[in-house]
C-alpha cells in the first residue's frame, strides 16, 4: 500500500506516525510519574524542533522558490497547508469559545469564513493563478497600471496582516505562559523564535512544507479532546454526531441554574456595583477625592487594631492604584461599570437565537449577525496571505482543485468547534457551577494567573455561582481537557496543535508583509535592478523587523483574539475585495476608480474601528471620543461600510474617467480558459 503512495505522502505519514509515538510515549512517562510541566516543555521543545527542521531542510536562496515555493505545489498539499495558514490562533482558540459564550450567534464566524472559500474559488483563485506572479499588489499595478495603486495595495496588506500577526502572536504568548508557565511577554517572544525560524530561510517553501506539517498536528490536537470528552458523556466518541442530545442537556441545565434564586442574587449584587460606579463618575471630581479620604481612614483603623498585616497591604494597594485624576478614573469606573452591568443581565442561552429584553435589541442582534457574516465572507475572499496561497500551484486547474482541498480540511475543524463549545458548556454546568469555591480545581487558579480566568465571590456565601464565574473566550479550548478531568499529556497535546495553529498563520502573515516591502515597494519601485540575492537579504530583514514589531504589540493584550481577526477581515475587504471582483470581471474599472475605492473603503473600515473600539485617535493627540455604533453595528462589522462604499466609489468614479486601454488585453489573457500560465 505505502508503494502506491507519493514520495512526499510517505513523508509525511511518517511524520504523522512519529508525533503520535510521541504522544503515546508521554501519556506512559506522565502514567509513570512525570510531571506536567516537563510534559509541557516536552511538547514545545518536539514540536517546535520538527518545524524547525523542516524549515532547515527547506531553505532557498531562489526568489521564485523563496515567494511562490517554485510553483510546484500539489493541489492536495496547497490545500492542506491552506488550512493550516487559514485556521489560525482565532479559529483553534478563539471559535469554540465565541460558540461557549455567544451560542447561536457565534455560528456568522463558521458561515462566514466557509463561505468565503466559494467566493475564492468562483471569482479570484483561477485568475491569479492565471496571471501568474507573486503578490496581489502585482496583480493590481498590472490590472490598472501604475506604481500609486501598488503602494496602497502595499499598505492594505500590511495594515491587515499586521493586526492579524498580532493575534496569532498573542495566541502564543497565552499558550507558552500557561503550559511552560512563563510569563506572557516571555512567552510572545520564544514563540516569535519559533515563528522565524520556519520563514526566515526558505520563504514560501519552507512555510508551505511547515504548514502541511502543523495541519497534522492541529486537527490530531483539536479533535482527541472533543472526541474523548464526547465518549465519556455519550458512549460515541464521534462529537459531530451526538452534541445535539447534549445541547438539549445543557438547556436544562440553564433553565435550572440561571434563575435560581442565588443567581438572581448574584447579578442584583452586579446591577448594584454598576449603580455605585454611576454615581461616582457623576460625582467627580469630589467622589475621588472621597474614594482616597475612606481608603485613609480604613488603613490608619486597621493599624491601630489587631489585624493581620496583610489586609493593610490589600487597601494600600488599592489606594495606590486609584486613577491619579478626574479624566483617569471616568475611563476606567466607565469600564468597571460597564463590565458589572453585562454581568448583571441573563446569561445567554445557548441554543437560543437572538435573545433580548425588547424587539430592537433583538432586532440589534439580528444585523450584527448578518453584517459579520457578510465581512467574514468578503474578508476571507480579499486576505493577501490566503490568496498568495493559489500563486503555487503548477496549474490553473489544481489552483482550484486546491480551493476545495482547503475547504475540505477546514470544515473537518469547523464542524467540530459548536461541539467542543456544548461540550464545554456542559462540564461546566455540571461539575463547576454550584461547588464550594475553596474546593475548586486547580486549572482556575492556573488559568487566573494568566489573566483568562476571574471567580468573584461577591455574595459571600463561599459559592461558585455561574454568574461569578468569568471565562475569556480564548480559554476554552485550552482549558477543556483540564475542565473535565483528562490526563495533562491531553491538554499539552491541545496546547501543541494551538501552537500549530498560531504558526502556521504568523508565517504566512509575516511572509505576506515582507513580500509587499522587498517586492512591491524595493524592488518594483525604487531599485527594480537590484540582484536576486539583495532582493532576498532585504526580504529577511525586514522579516526580522516586522516580526519583533509585531511581538511587542501583541505583548500589550490589545483585544482577543477573534476580535482583532474580524478587524483585519474588514480592513481586507474593503481596500481588495471590490478593486479585485470589479477589475476582473468589469472592463470599464479603471485605475482612478480604483485607487479612489480602496482609499474610500479602508479609510471608513479604519475610522469605524478606531473611534468605535477605542474611542478616538489619542495617539495623534485628539479625540471627539466614543462612537455611537451606526445601525447598532459593532467594530467587528466594520467592513460593511467600508466594502460597500468601496465598490459605489470604484464604479462612481470609473463612470467618469476613461479605461485603461491595455485593460482589455489584460482581461483576455487571464480569463484565456486553458491559456498558459504566465511566469514573472
Known sequence: ????????????????????????????????????????????VFTVSMYATIGVFSRTTDVSEYYVAGRRVPAFFNGMATGADWMSAASFMGLAGTLYLQGFQGLAYVIGWTGGFVLVALLLAPYLRRFGQYTIPDFLSARYGGNTIRLIAVFAAILASFVYVVAQIYGVGVITSRFVSLQFEVGVFVGLAGILVCSFLGGMRAVTWTQVAQYLILIVAYITPVAILSYNVTGVPVPQMVYGQVLSEVSKLEEKLFDSPTELEVRDRYRERADQYAQKIMQLPHSLTQERERLSIQINELKSSDVQMREIVLLERQRRELPQDPAQARERWEKEMYEAL?????????????????????????????????????????????????????????????????????????????????????????????????????????????????????????????????????????????????????????????????????????????????????????????????????????????????????????????????????????????????GIFWARATRAGAIAGMLVGLSLTVYYILRLEFGGYSWLGFSDGPLNPWFHLQSTSAGVFGILAGFVTNIAVSLMTRPSPQAAEFLERIRRPGGREESP
Open 1 to 44: 500500500m505505502l508503494s502506491s503512495l507519493t514520495r512526499l505522502q510517505r513523508y509525511y505519514l511518517y511524520y504523522t506516525g512519529i508525533f503520535l509515538l510521541f504522544v503515546v510515549l508521554l501519556a506512559a512517562l506522565e502514567r509513570a510519574g512525570m510531571p506536567a510541566r516537563w510534559v509541557g516543555y516536552a511538547f514545545l
Open 342 to 582: 453585562a454581568r448583571s443581565k441573563p446569561p445567554l442561552r445557548h441554543a437560543e437565537p437572538f435573545p433580548g429584553d425588547s424587539e430592537a435589541e433583538r432586532n440589534a442582534q439580528r444585523i450584527n449577525f448578518l453584517a459579520l457574516i457578510f465581512c467574514l465572507t468578503i474578508g476571507t475572499a480579499a486576505l493577501p496571505h490566503v490568496l498568495m496561497r493559489y500563486y503555487t500551484t503548477p496549474t490553473v486547474a489544481q489552483a482550484r482543485q486546491s480551493v476545495f482541498w482547503s475547504l475540505l480540511f477546514i470544515i473537518i475543524l469547523y464542524v467540530t468547534a459548536p461541539a467542543y463549545a456544548v461540550f464545554a458548556k456542559f462540564e461546566v454546568l455540571s461539575n463547576l457551577a454550584g461547588i464550594p469555591i475553596a474546593k475548586l480545581p486547580g486549572w482556575v487558579a492556573a488559568w487566573a494567573k494568566v489573566g483568562l480566568v476571574s471567580i468573584e465571590d461577591i455574595n459571600g456565601d463561599g459559592i461558585m455561582q455561574f454568574a461569578e464565574l468569568s471565562l475569556n473566550p480564548d480559554v476554552i479550548v485550552l482549558a477543556t481537557p483540564e475542565i473535565a478531568g483528562m490526563p495533562y499529556v491531553v491538554s499539552g497535546l491541545v496546547a501543541a496543535g494551538a501552537l500549530a495553529a498560531a504558526l502556521s498563520t504568523a508565517d504566512g502573515l509575516l511572509l505576506t508583509i515582507t513580500s509587499a516591502l522587498s517586492h512591491d515597494v524595493y524592488y518594483r519601485v525604487f531599485r527594480p535592478q537590484s540582484s536576486t540575492q539583495f532582493r532576498l537579504v532585504i526580504a529577511k530583514s525586514l522579516l526580522l523587523v516586522v516580526a519583533v514589531l509585531a511581538a511587542t504589540v501583541a505583548a500589550q493584550k490589545p483585544g482577543t483574539i477573534l476580535s482583532m481577526v474580524a478587524w483585519a477581515f474588514s480592513i481586507a475587504g474593503s481596500a481588495f475585495f471590490p478593486a479585485l471582483v470589479l
